[in-house]
C-alpha cells in the first residue's frame, strides 16, 4: 500500500497545497506556450517542488490539452506514463547519486541532443542538483544556456546558495515556501476524509506543528498515525505514534513561568519526559514561541508561523505580560540551558532549574540575574543585562515561599556551635593522631594551628604562613579535618583559616620527631647548623 504522500500526490495545479505564486506563473506559461527552457525551484523539502515539475512536464506533453488551457487531461497515455514514471522522454536525475562528470555528461549533456520518442517535449528534472560537483555544472553549463528547442530543464534544490551564479542566472527562478498551517489543515482534513478515519482536530494539529511546514512530513506522520487502524483516532492514541513536544504543551510551560508557578512547569517537564520527548527539541521549541513573542512586541501584528490561531492567541497574552528586557533576559537564560541539556547528568535539570530562576523572588536571585551572561556558555556575540523587575507576582504562594525558606536556609545554614573551645582543644589532638595515618604533610599543619574561637558555627584557626593556609583549605583535607571533628565533638563545625601576621609562628610548636616524620614525608631530611 503506498504512503499517503504518493497515494495523495496531486495530479493536477488546481489540488496543489499552497505555493499559488509560483502556480499562477507557470500556468500562464503553459496556457500562452511562453514556457521557459530551464527552471529552478529552491525552497525546503517536502513543499511540492518535484509535484510542480512533473505537472509542468505532464502539460507539456499532454495530448489532449487544449492550446490555451494549462491543466493536463491525466488520460492520454502520455499523461498515464508520466503518472507512473515510465514516459522515456521525462527524466528524473538524483544528483546527490549522480554527481560525477560522466555521469552528467552521458546521462544529461548527450541525451539532451537527441529529439523526444513520442512527445513534444524532452524534459531533464535534475532534483538536488546543489550535490553536483564543479565540474559537472561546468559540464551542463553549455547546454543550459542554449538547450535544443525540444529540451526543458528542471533544477530542484534545497540549498540555492551552492547553486553557481553562472547556472542561476539562465534559470528562470522560482522560491517555494512553507506550507501555511490553515492551508495544510484544510489538506489533512481532506485526506482523512477520503480515508474515511475521524482524526481529532488537536491530533491534526500536532501533526501540523511538528512538520514544520513540510507538507510530506505532515502526510507521511499522518500516515503513521492511520496505521494503527482504528476509524476514530484521538489524542491518547496518537500519542503511542508522536511521543514528541508540540506547541501547545511548550507554551503550557512557558506560561507558568510567566505566571510565576514553577511546580506546574515542572509536572509539564516531567510529564514530557514519561512521554519521551526530546527535551533538546522541547527548549528550541519554546525558544521559537519566545522568539515569536518578541516579534510581536515589536509591533508586528502578523506573524509568518506554523501556529493555529489559539496558539498565537496565548502567544500574544504572553508578549501583554512580559517586557521588552524581562522577555530578552527570558531567551537568554533559555538559550543558555538548552546549551546544558546535553551534558547534565539528569537531562531535565536545566529546564528545572530554568522554571526554579525564573519565578524566583527578584531579591534572592538578583547576583544570580547579574551574572547570568558571565556563566552562561556564549550564544551569541551579544551582552544581555538582567533587569531589576520581577515576574508577576506569583498565583501559588506555597510555592513561593517554599523557595524564599530555601534561599533564607541556605544563607543561615550556620548554627552557633555548642560544644566549648576548650573542649575542642582537648580533642584536637586526639584528631590529629586520626588523620595521621596517610596524610603526615596535613597533621603537620594542624600541629601548628593556633585555634583561635568559636562563631556561627565555625572554628577560627591561624597558622603562620599563607601555604599552610592553602593546605587546610584544600577541598579534601577541609572535608577530612571537619568530618573527623564532627565525630569527635557530636556536631558539624565548619573551620575557618587566616593567617598570622607577618609570618609569626603559631603558639603550638613541634618535637623533632614530628619535624622529621613530615621531613621525611617531602623526600629531605632534618640538617642542624
Known sequence: MPTLYRKYRP??????????????????????????????FSGPRGVGKTTIARLLAKAVNCQNRPTDKFEPCNECSSCKEITEGRNIDVIEIDAAS???????????????????????????????????????????????????????????TTELHKILPTIVSRCQRFAFQKVPFEQMKTRLIEICAQEEIAVDKAVIERVINKSDGCLRDAESLLGQIMSLNLKKIGVADAEMILPVSDAGTVIGFIEHIVAGTPAEAIKIIADSVADGVNLDEFAFDAIEILRVTMILQSGQNTVNTDYSE???????????????????????????????????????????????????????????????????????????VAPSESLPPPKSTSITSSIKSAISSIAHSHHPIKISLDEIKIRWDEMIKQLDTGNHSLTFVLKLCDLLSTDSGHLN??????????????????????????KLCGERIAIACSVVSDGQPAKNTLDNESINVVAADFGGEVVSE
Open 11 to 40: 495530479q493536477s495545479f488546481a489540488s496543489i497545497t499552497g505555493q499559488q505564486h509560483i502556480i499562477q506563473t507557470i500556468t500562464n506559461e503553459i496556457a500562452t506556450g511562453k514556457v521557459a527552457q530551464a527552471y529552478l
Open 310 to 384: 489559539d496558539v498565537l492567541k496565548r502567544v500574544r497574552k504572553i508578549s501583554a505580560t512580559l517586557s521588552p528586557a524581562r522577555l530578552v533576559f527570558f531567551i537568554d537564560r533559555l538559550l543558555a540551558r538548552k546549551h546544558e541539556i546535553k551534558s547534565a547528568p539528569i537531562p531535565q535539570l536545566p529546564l528545572e532549574l530554568l522554571a526554579i530562576e525564573m519565578t524566583a523572588p527578584i531579591d534572592a536571585i538578583n547576583d544570580t540575574e547579574k551574572n547570568a551572561t558571565k556563566t552562561a556558555t556564549p550564544v551569541a556575540p551579544v551582552t544581555i
Open 461 to 486: 584557626i591561624s597558622v603562620p604562613y599563607s601555604f599552610h593556609q592553602e593546605k587546610i583549605n584544600d577541598k579534601k583535607n577541609k572535608r577530612a579535618v571537619e568530618d573527623c571533628l564532627e
Open 98 to 156: 549522480h554527481t560525477g562528470v560522466d555521469d552528467v555528461r552521458e546521462n544529461i549533456v548527450e541525451n539532451a541532443q537527441f529529439k523526444p520518442t513520442k512527445s513534444p517535449f524532452k524534459v531533464f528534472i535534475i532534483d538536488e542538483v546543489h550535490m553536483l560537483s564543479t565540474s559537472s555544472f561546468n559540464a551542463l553549463l553549455k547546454t543550459i544556456e542554449e538547450p535544443p528547442r525540444h529540451v526543458i530543464f528542471i533544477l530542484a
